[in-house]
């Protein structure tokens, strides 16, 4: 599982920093998390490809969903023929599709709009997007990709001691299947070990601090957080419905996350976010200030 930022600043873009969007990768899979205006020449600069499906808006701030509106236009000249699915908050879908028809151009694949209640999961095979409540102005959601719980590691040596011929026999003790060889029964228990976690990546969007993030973020391999003010302005942030790089870190360290990433930096600490990472390692070590262009691997917890 791969993040790419593609922009990491509040309101508007600086010199060195766009507004916000990422990439997530995983398994093959592409998706996108908001698509501020400039997201695709980021996409060009940081080779992540168009070969995505879905995009999912956190809320519909001009500055997380202007750039579908150039973005939808390229693909079409691109001649691209799958659909593009846009996902956005219950009550956002009229707003969206104004911006999907702007202008006189028409796209030449289809661009359904699935509005998104909390808990709505939109379900991929052995993966989930879960979208939960945030708090900030008007409808706003976070994500969380949450992977299923992958099968135990099979245990191929004892399988030879024992006798099971390699092939058929060793898929099915894998996929939780009795077996016979040779008038003696083997059970998956015997050669499978406990079933292993998945990753859980957690997106918030513009928020404050809630719990709706502590609980779908709890034990979260990588929380993206956003960290929009340093503690100095902490009385603006509640006023406008964001978070404090001191805030998000107190949050991530009460509910076990492994790893934070801090993004959405207002235009003030753009060029120098040291002053937010400073406020939030003290409280949660394993943090990191995003930057356009970052790349965070996610591995699974054995790795």
């Known amino acids: 599982m791969r993040v790419t930022f593609l922009g990491t600043a509040a309101a508007r873009p600086t010199v060195g920093r766009n507004v916000s969007s990422l990439i997530m990768q995983r398994e093959g899979d592409t998706m996108m998390f908001d698509c501020g205006e400039g997201t695709q020449r980021q996409m060009m600069r940081y080779g992540t490809g168009f070969a995505f499906s879905d995009i999912f808006f956190t809320h519909l701030h001009a500055d997380h969903f202007l750039g579908v509106i150039g973005l939808l236009r390229t693909l079409g000249l691109q001649a691209r023929e799958e659909p593009v699915h846009l996902w956005t908050p219950r009550g956002t879908a009229d707003t969206l599709r104004q911006a999907v028809d702007l202008g006189v151009e028409r796209v030449p694949f289809e661009v359904p709009i699935h509005e998104l209640e909390p808990g709505e999961a939109v379900k991929r095979g052995d993966y989930d997007v879960v979208p939960f409540r945030t708090q900030h102005a008007g409808r706003s959601l976070g994500y969380a990709v949450v992977e299923h719980p992958r099968m135990g590691r099979f245990n191929a040596a004892l399988a030879r001691e024992l006798g099971i011929p390699e092939g058929p026999l060793w898929g099915k003790l894998h996929h939780g299947e009795t077996v016979e060889v040779d008038g003696r029964v083997f059970d998956p228990g015997e050669l499978v070990g406990e079933a292993r976690p998945g990753r859980r990546v957690v997106y918030t ?20 957080h956003e960290a929009t003010f340093a503690q100095d302005e902490a009385d603006r942030a509640v006023a406008t419905g964001h978070s404090t790089a001191r805030e998000a870190a107190e949050l991530a360290a009460s509910i076990g996350v492994r790893r934070l990433a801090l993004t959405h930096f207002s235009p003030r600490y753009a060029d120098d976010p040291r002053l937010l990472e400073r406020e939030a390692k003290p409280l949660f070590p394993d943090v990191v200030t995003a930057y356009d262009g970052m790349v965070i691997e996610v591995p699974y917890r054995e790795a």
């Not at 969007?205 to 993206?224: C, N, Q, S, V, Y």
């Open 205 to 224: 969007g513009d928020t404050r601090p809630t719990a709706g993030t502590r609980e779908h973020a709890r034990d979260a391999d990588l929380l993206i």
